[in-house]
């Protein structure tokens, strides 16, 4: 059930009215510009954004309506035009806002004589990417449902789980052990719960059953934590619940065998200790019911003054969408029901732009246009930017570069680091000229894709520069907080983006786009997204097809060696089922460099089959 926050706003345009159509639009300006990107200024549009009634800023919720508003205000007050659809601030696009349990969800245990169902949202719920649908069968304890070939681990080696109800464990053998083979960068996947669902989907299982391990979090309130939050729409193409450990202990009572027994013989010898249960069978039917909203890119145009070059812009963006309440994706579950305030993810960015906005627009503008953008949806799979790129405020074709800030507020000594500066022939002399007036030790590297809201742009041949402060223990935990902002680390941070913004959108020349090769796949924000062999597509995000459709593949990656092109959509890859990126990352992972792998794909009407040999990262 979702949260409604009854609590005083922090801006006088968080009073507008909501309607169908989006926020409705701010009130006239009343205050004067305020002209200035100090270390103050900024942070005080941090604290605003972050602010409890914000509610973590969940794409599709309240709080993130009252951000919208908020930021929709500052455009105006700062001067900007409308940018959005029937002149105003806002584009809608729509997303899945919320789950909520339909009739007819149970789990139920039988074994010999006995029957035992069990109660929805108290012993058992379903994950937000589970299939809806019924299944039945006999159970399968399957470790922490981890194959790891790389580690010579694998909890599905001797059992068979076709047709099966897998019961799996979450986290990793050795949890708590920093020598753990599994503590490694590469491994950090196979904690993943969506990983150990599309891992027993592939072992041919029908339906999933994930229990929290009793050694690492047998001390810790035992809660619930599935269908809680929403960062994804694509779901798993299996049955999958998290239920209580009792509910497991029940199951194994067949064998005469327990969870933390178990889970101490695997720690202890790093050795699977699977089985089909005897004499056990499991029924699981999950019903969920979407509940679909608008998520509102907040979007204000600010015209060039030359009668040349205004007709070409420069895009300024940032997410202000975060986890809202937190949920499954959040690094801290345990904490469900906490706001995630997202202060360095991402209100820092946006107030940068805002920061910006103010500046040029104080300024009487520049000789290009600017378009200020902030973005909703990135966390759920840049459906914002998605958007953007297929229906632009300003032709793409004319928009001379993007600069994206995320997380752009806690700089730590001197670094900086700034991707996609191989996207632009001209950047790094643009990039070192901004930066002789700052003095940031800056690290230029990668090329215009990552997991953040430039990737769409650079997939449609723009320039893109990402600036990034650096991965922190407070990432997506309730623990980012506008106090730890380094707030004069982000001031020096926009004077950077401001200066390269100055010499992107007053200058005479263009920046040459230039379509990066295989040698400097991007990794960024501490995602692990670099982690297994490089295939090089740019995948289509914010897209509904069942499949990956290609946004574009990287200059002499093995995509293009194998003949695929931007629009093909892939249906299977090395063997398995891809119906989402979500499966197309989850296969590839377990692939290394060398590999061979087939690639069956659409394009147009037409199904093709290629083959691709995957590479190393460097």
């Not at 600036?467 to 623990?479: A, C, K, L, V």
Request: glycine share 14%.
């Amino acid at each position: 059930m979702r949260l409604i926050l009854i609590l005083a706003l922090v801006a006088s345009a968080c009073a507008w009215p909501l309607s169908q159509d989006g926020p409705a639009p701010p009130a006239s300006a009343r205050a004067a510009v305020q002209v200035g990107t100090s270390a103050s200024d900024l942070l005080e549009i941090v604290k605003t954004l972050a602010a409890p009634e914000m509610a973590g800023r969940a794409t599709g919720s309240p709080g993130m309506e009252r951000a919208a508003r908020y930021i929709a205000g500052e455009f105006e007050r700062a001067g900007l035009t409308p940018g959005g659809e029937g002149g105003s601030y806002f584009q809608g696009f729509d997303v899945v806002a919320g789950l909520r349990l339909g009739e007819g969800n149970h789990l139920t245990l039988q074994g010999g004589n006995s029957r035992r169902d069990y109660r929805v949202g108290q012993e058992f719920t379903p994950f937000s990417f589970s299939d809806s649908g019924q299944v039945q069968g006999e159970v399968v304890f399957a470790g922490y449902g981890i194959t790891a070939p790389e580690l010579a681990y694998d909890d599905y080696a001797g059992v068979d789980a076709a047709g099966k109800i897998a019961l799996v464990l979450t986290g990793e053998p050795r949890e708590r052990d920093p020598d753990s083979p599994f503590r490694r960068p590469e491994a950090y996947r196979y904690t993943d719960v969506r990983y150990k669902v599309l891992n027993a989907r592939e072992h041919g299982a029908r339906g999933v059953i994930v229990v929290a391990n009793p050694l690492a979090h047998g001390e810790e309130p035992e809660r619930l934590f599935a269908i809680r939050g929403i960062t994804s729409i694509s779901q798993s193409g299996i049955l999958a619940v998290n239920a209580l450990r009792r509910v497991a202990e029940d199951i194994l009572a067949g064998a005469g065998r327990s969870l933390r027994d178990l889970q101490q013989a695997i720690d202890r010898d790093l050795h699977p200790q699977s089985f089909s249960v005897p004499g056990r069978t499991v029924e699981v039917e999950v019903r969920l019911i979407h509940e679909h909203g608008r998520g509102w890119n907040v979007i204000g145009l600010l015209p060039g003054t030359d009668p040349t070059l205004r007709g070409q812009a420069v895009v300024v963006g940032a997410h202000y969408d975060h986890l809202g309440l937190g949920g499954e994706t959040s690094l801290a579950p345990s904490r469900y029901g906490e706001v995630h305030p997202g202060a360095d993810d991402n209100a820092s960015g946006v107030a940068g732009v805002l920061g910006l906005a103010r500046v040029f627009a104080g300024g009487g503008g520049a000789r290009r246009t600017l378009v200020f953008v902030a973005f909703a949806g990135e966390e759920m799979g840049l459906l914002g930017s998605a958007q953007y790129a297929r229906a632009p405020a300003f032709p793409l074709e004319r928009t001379v570069a993007m600069l994206n800030m995320d997380m752009i507020g806690r700089l730590r000594g001197e670094t900086l680091y700034v991707f996609g500066m191989e996207t632009g022939k001209e950047f790094r002399e643009i990039l070192e000229a901004a930066n002789r007036e700052v003095g940031l030790q800056v690290r230029f590297s990668g090329d215009g894709y990552g997991p953040s809201d430039h990737t769409p742009f650079s997939a449609k041949d723009r320039p893109v520069l990402f600036f990034f402060t650096g991965p922190h223990e407070d990432y997506h935990r309730p623990s980012d907080t506008p106090e730890k902002i380094n707030a004069p680390g982000l001031a020096r941070v926009v004077r950077l983006v401001d200066g390269v913004l100055r010499r992107l959108a007053d200058g005479d020349g263009q920046v040459t786009f230039v379509r990066a090769g295989p040698s400097s796949p991007s990794r960024t924000r501490g995602s692990g997204a670099g982690y297994g062999p490089y295939f090089g597509m740019i995948p289509e995000f914010g897209g509904s097809d069942e499949g990956v459709r290609l946004g574009g593949v990287r200059t002499g990656s093995p995509a293009e060696k194998a003949g695929l092109q931007s629009g093909d959509l892939i249906l299977r890859f090395d063997g398995k089922a891809v119906k989402n990126l979500e499966d197309f990352v989850f296969v590839l992972r377990g692939k290394r460099a060398g590999d061979r792998v087939e690639v069956i794909y659409r394009r147009g009407t037409e199904v093709r089959m290629t083959s691709a040999v995957l590479e190393p990262r460097q």
